[in-house]
T-cell receptor
């Protein structure tokens, strides 16, 4: 499969649960991103990984924990979330940030609902 | 600091009418500006970038450094243009998006 694939597409979890979102890209990119999309703040940058190293943590609460085991995979581990964390979580990839063209390729998102 | 402002959350125009989606930015360095679009049930995707100076799907955008603006324009709107549009600014560190404008084209 080509492009950026996110799983699961929908996730419902309680505040005490631990779950993970997965993102996979087959575009040969070496930078990956997590964005949060909600009604209040449509596109908030959460984390940036370049060459598997975290280069940006945009003041995200520690209940969100990213992991980038290789340049093709990105995870977002979720633990003790709050209802206000309910949102669409978008993964994106691009060529290395240092020479990035500004073109990000987005996945379809994982719709998270926290009860 | 990088900041992108899209003053209109919602914009509604009739088919065939001109469209202008506003975008203003704040950045101390040399900016690179982009427009992204998200059609219903589709993923967010790049529409155009200012350095290309191209017209995509009839849309154009001109970077005006004096007014720090990058408005998106189309002379004759079509129903398939209905979507969410995001202006984005690439600075030294990251790509920052505006709040988005939902464009609705009425038949």
């Amino acid at each position: 499969e080509t492009g950026v694939t996110q799983t699961p597409r929908h996730l419902v979890m309680g505040m005490t649960n631990k779950k993970s979102l997965k993102c996979e890209q087959h575009l040969g990119h070496n930078a990956m991103y997590w964005y949060k999309q909600s009604a209040k703040k449509p596109l908030e940058l959460m984390f940036v990984y370049s060459l598997e190293e975290r280069v940006e943590n945009n003041s995200v609460p520690s209940r969100f924990s990213p992991e980038c085991p290789n340049s093709s995979h990105l995870f977002l581990h979720l633990h003790t979330l709050q209802p206000e964390d309910s949102a669409l979580y978008l993964c994106a990839s691009s060529h290395s940030r240092g020479v990035a063209t500004g073109e990000l390729f987005f996945g379809e998102g994982s719709r998270l609902t926290v009860l | 600091a990088q900041r992108v402002t899209q003053p209109e959350k919602l914009l509604s125009v009739f088919k065939g009418a001109p469209v202008e989606l506003k975008c203003n930015y704040s950045y101390s360095g040399s900016p690179e500006l982009f427009w992204y679009v998200q059609y219903s049930r589709q993923r967010l995707q790049l529409l155009l970038r200012h350095i290309s100076r191209e017209s995509i799907k009839g849309f154009t955008a001109d970077l005006n450094k004096g007014e720090t603006s990058f408005h998106l324009k189309k002379p004759f709107a079509q129903e398939e243009d209905s979507a969410m549009y995001y202006c984005a600014l690439k600075g030294a560190q990251k790509l920052v998006f505006g709040q988005g404008t939902r464009l609705t084209i009425n038949p």
